[in-house]
């Protein structure tokens, strides 16, 4: 065993549980520093047995995963194999739908495999030497020792670092141990929505049956279903359900054939595109969706980082993108600190923690906006007065999807305290009866911008703040 006096800078040893996409990419970042860095990972090697996901089959990699991914020199590889999304397609049940750009101009999303991104870090580790225990599940971890236990096949291991990492997801066991000490502050909070994911195949030739560069949403207020591409042709499909009631909700579909009438109805375009639709129903699950806030992210020499220190909901695309800038801020504070852990650790936490608060509370409310908002036209009206108000004053107002998704020099919880600020601006505008007509001119009109310049004039909260 060794000394429990732990060693600190560069020579410290680190163990991290968890190898998904958050505690693979830290590992690297890590290794790349020069540090002694263990890795466990509770499930068995993807490469050998297939990735068993359990979660989305693709997700959307912004500009702050990017600018992570940029760091571990990675970025190139990954985004090669990632489809640019740069806006939303609508569709109604009519399976008409206008697309509405992300950005303003011309910024994209981009749909990523979440196996294949896994797969490739985990390639990156092997060639950097990192040693990655699979099967090797995180029990207990003493805290003051920095000891984690291990369960393994055949037995039991306690592995000592300098420093722990918890990258082990949403119900982290690295988590638990700190749940049970003084003045931990812990929440977890379940939507009433679930969602299921379904497939629609590539067509021949590995053809794109739906418009390839989008992100596909079906909103029908209360719920909705999304389609993300696949680089084979194939696209993601992902059902954000109610998961009880006696109508509109996965309870209710307790067949496939009442599953499959309901899609008839209500998403006709998409179920002519899914010719097993009765056996993707009756096989694949139903998960539910999960908001964890926690204080503080780390205790003594141990931390959390991605989803075991904040699992939000999935509706602003930036669970993983915010896991990975949790890293970015990591090596910014070692690099502030000499890789004095004992300084670098609080600062970390104090940094992130608002900010794991802000996307949290910032990805709920999107969810309102995808499934209800968006197919309603006094938001549409909304959207298009934001953007002519950002485009005549683009050192002052940036759409709150562009700050979080394209601007990773916003912090989160300054990008969630502006849009506050500027929704007063375009309460005032939408319900002014002047804008409508001025709308259409670009560059906006003399009069226009004098509007606009009234109303941010009157809201100066409404100034940018990093
Ligand atoms: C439907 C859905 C869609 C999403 N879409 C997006 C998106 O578009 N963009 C985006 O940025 N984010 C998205 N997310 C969020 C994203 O999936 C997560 O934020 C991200 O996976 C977090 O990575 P992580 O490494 O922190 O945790 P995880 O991916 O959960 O990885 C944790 C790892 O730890 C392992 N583990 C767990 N317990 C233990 C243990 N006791 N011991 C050892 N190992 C353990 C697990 O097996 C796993 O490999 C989505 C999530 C969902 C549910």
Not at 31 to 43: A, M, Q, S
Not at 55 to 80: F, K, M, T
Not at 151 to 180: C, W
Request: charged share 25%; hydrophobic share 40%; proline share 6%.
């Amino acid at each position: 065993m060794k000394n429990d006096i732990p060693k600190n800078g560069r020579d410290a040893r680190v163990i991290v549980a968890g190898a998904g996409l958050v505690g693979t990419l830290l590992a690297l970042l890590l290794k790349r520093r020069g540090y002694d860095v263990v890795l466990c990972e509770r499930r068995s090697d993807p490469r050998a047995a297939g990735y068993v996901g359990g979660r989305s089959i693709n997700l959307a990699l912004s500009d702050r995963g990017l600018r992570a991914l940029d760091l571990a020199g990675v970025r190139e590889d990954v985004e090669q194999v990632a489809i640019p999304m740069p806006g939303r397609r609508m569709h109604a049940v009519d399976g008409t739908g206008p697309f509405m750009p992300y950005g303003l101009n011309g910024e994209a999303i981009r749909s990523v495999s979440r196996g294949g991104l896994n797969i490739k870090l985990l390639d990156l580790l092997d060639r950097a030497s990192v040693p990655v225990h699979f099967e090797h599940r995180c029990e207990d971890t003493d805290l003051g020792a920095r000891r984690v236990r291990f369960a393994m096949p055949g037995g039991a291991v306690e592995l000592q670092g300098d420093v722990v990492v918890g990258a082990d997801g949403t119900f982290s066991a690295v988590r638990y141990a700190m749940q049970r000490t003084d003045r931990f502050e812990y929440s977890q909070t379940y939507l009433p929505h679930g969602y299921k994911e379904l497939a629609i195949p590539a067509g021949p030739g590995g053809a794109f049956l739906l418009d390839k560069n989008a992100l596909h949403i079906w909103p029908r207020s209360s719920f909705m279903l999304i389609a993300l591409p696949n680089v084979e042709g194939s696209f993601t499909c992902t059902l954000f359900f109610a998961l009880e009631g006696e109508r509109d909700s996965f309870a209710a579909l307790d067949t496939s054939d009442k599953a499959r009438r309901f899609f008839a109805a209500v998403f006709p375009d998409a179920l002519a595109l899914i010719p097993d639709f009765d056996a993707q129903w009756a096989h694949n699950p139903v998960s539910s969706l999960c908001t964890v806030r926690c204080a503080p992210w780390h205790r003594g020499r141990t931390m959390l980082i991605g989803d075991a220190a904040h699992a939000i909901v999935p509706f602003f695309g930036q669970g993983m993108n915010c896991g990975f800038e949790d890293c970015a801020v990591l090596m910014q504070v070692l690099d502030e600190t000499g890789d004095d852990w004992d300084r670098a650790l609080p600062l970390y936490s104090a940094r992130r923690k608002e900010n794991g608060d802000a996307i949290a509370t910032l990805a709920l409310e999107n969810f309102v906006e995808m499934r209800e908002k968006v197919a309603d036209p006094a938001f549409v009206y909304r959207k298009k007065v934001e953007a002519a108000l950002a485009r005549t004053f683009p050192d002052e107002v940036t759409p709150s999807y562009t700050m979080v998704t394209f601007r990773p020099d916003v912090s989160y919880s300054a990008a969630l305290a502006k849009s506050r600020a500027q929704d007063r601006v375009l309460d005032r505008l939408v319900a002014d009866a002047r804008v409508r007509p001025l709308l259409e001119q670009t560059p906006a009109s003399a009069d226009l911008r004098a509007i606009f310049r009234g109303a941010l004039d009157v809201h100066p909260d409404a100034e940018p703040r990093r």
